[in-house]
C-alpha cells in the first residue's frame, strides 16, 4: 500500500553531532510536513514543504523536499538535549482525501 | 497551545466492554482527527472528520466507530475492547486539511486487560 518510510528508526547521538533522518513516499507528495514528540507529550508541527527542491531553515533545523517531491530530510546541526524527542515526517498520500499518512519517525536520543 | 482536550486522559477497561474517548476543541476548526500511537508504527489514523456528520476511515478503522454531532467535539468509541486497541489515542484538529499544521491534544492512554 501507499506508504511513508523514515529512516533511521532510532539515533543517538552526542552534544554537538550532527544528525540527519530521511522521509521517503512511494507516491508524489503535493507537501510534506514535520513534527516533533517530546518524550511523554504530544507531535507538534515543526514546518511544511510545498515546492519541489525547497529548503527551509529554523535556526539549527534544517528541512529538504526532493526534486521529485517523493523524499525529505530534517538535518540538525549541533545537537543540544532539547532536541531530545521523536521526529515525524507526514504526507497526503491520496489525492484529494484530508488525512495526512505519517512516517514511523526516528527517535533522537543525545549524551550530554 | 490550540484549545483542545481529550477525556479522558487515562482508562483501564476489560476485553469486552464498549469504550468512549472524547476529543473538544475551542478553535472552531473544521477538520478533525483521532490517530493511534505504538511503537514502531508512528501516528496511524483511525477516523477523521471533514464536518458535521461527516466521517472518513483511516488506514486502521476495524473495530473503531466515531461520531460528531457538534463542531468541537469528536467522539471515537471502541465498539467490544480487544487487548490490541491497548495504545496512546491522540486528537488533532486541523482548519486547512492536509495543507497546514495540525494541533495534537494531549493524548488519552487505553489499556485493555
Known amino acids: 500500500g501507499q506508504q511513508v518510510m523514515q529512516i533511521p528508526q532510532y539515533q543517538h547521538v552526542q552534544e554537538g553531532e550532527d544528525f540527519t533522518t530521511y522521509c521517503n513516499s512511494s507516491?508524489?507528495?503535493?507537501?510534506i510536513q514535520w513534527y516533533k514528540q517530546r518524550p511523554g507529550g504530544h507531535p507538534v508541527f515543526l514546518i511544511q514543504l510545498v515546492k519541489s527542491g525547497e529548503v527551509k531553515k529554523q535556526k539549527r533545523l534544517t528541512f529538504q523536499f526532493g526534486e521529485a517531491k517523493k523524499n525529505s530530510s530534517l538535518h540538525i546541526t549541533a545537537t543540544q538535549t532539547t532536541d531530545v524527542g521523536t521526529y515525524f515526517c507526514?504526507?497526503?498520500?491520496?489525492?484529494?482525501?484530508?488525512?495526512?499518512?505519517f512516517g514511523q519517525g526516528t527517535r533522537l536520543t543525545i549524551n550530554p | 497551545d490550540a484549545g483542545i482536550t481529550q477525556s479522558p486522559r487515562h482508562k483501564v477497561t476489560e476485553t469486552g466492554t464498549p469504550v468512549t474517548l472524547r476529543c473538544h476543541q475551542t478553535e472552531n476548526h473544521r477538520y478533525m482527527y483521532w490517530y493511534r500511537q505504538d511503537p514502531g508504527h508512528g501516528l496511524r489514523l483511525i477516523h477523521y472528520s471533514y464536518g458535521v456528520k461527516d466521517t472518513d476511515k483511516g488506514e486502521v478503522s476495524d473495530g473503531y466507530s466515531v461520531s460528531r454531532s457538534k463542531t468541537e467535539d469528536f467522539l471515537l468509541t471502541l465498539e467490544s475492547a480487544t487487548s490490541s486497541q491497548t495504545s496512546v489515542y491522540f486528537c488533532a484538529i486541523s482548519d486547512t486539511g492536509v495543507f497546514g499544521e495540525q494541533y495534537f491534544g494531549p493524548g488519552t492512554r487505553l489499556t485493555v486487560t
Open positions: 507516491t508524489t507528495l503535493s507537501n
Open positions: 507526514a504526507g497526503p498520500l491520496i489525492q484529494g482525501a484530508q488525512k495526512l499518512v
